[in-house]
């Protein structure tokens, strides 16, 4: 009984940052962090 209450709440909390990682309103925060290593190389080389 309490490694099925377990389970569901860990599979809850899988689909919970799911949820938030595919939310549209985080996608520019990730595509910003995203190119983050290409800024980074560009100021390197200069």
Do not use: H
């Amino acid at each position: 009984m309490f490694q099925g209450i377990i389970t569901t709440v860990l599979m809850l909390l899988f689909l919970a940052g799911w949820a938030w990682a595919w939310s549209p309103r985080r996608k520019r925060d990730f595509d910003e962090a995203a190119q983050l290593p290409l800024e980074s190389d560009e100021e390197n080389t200069r």
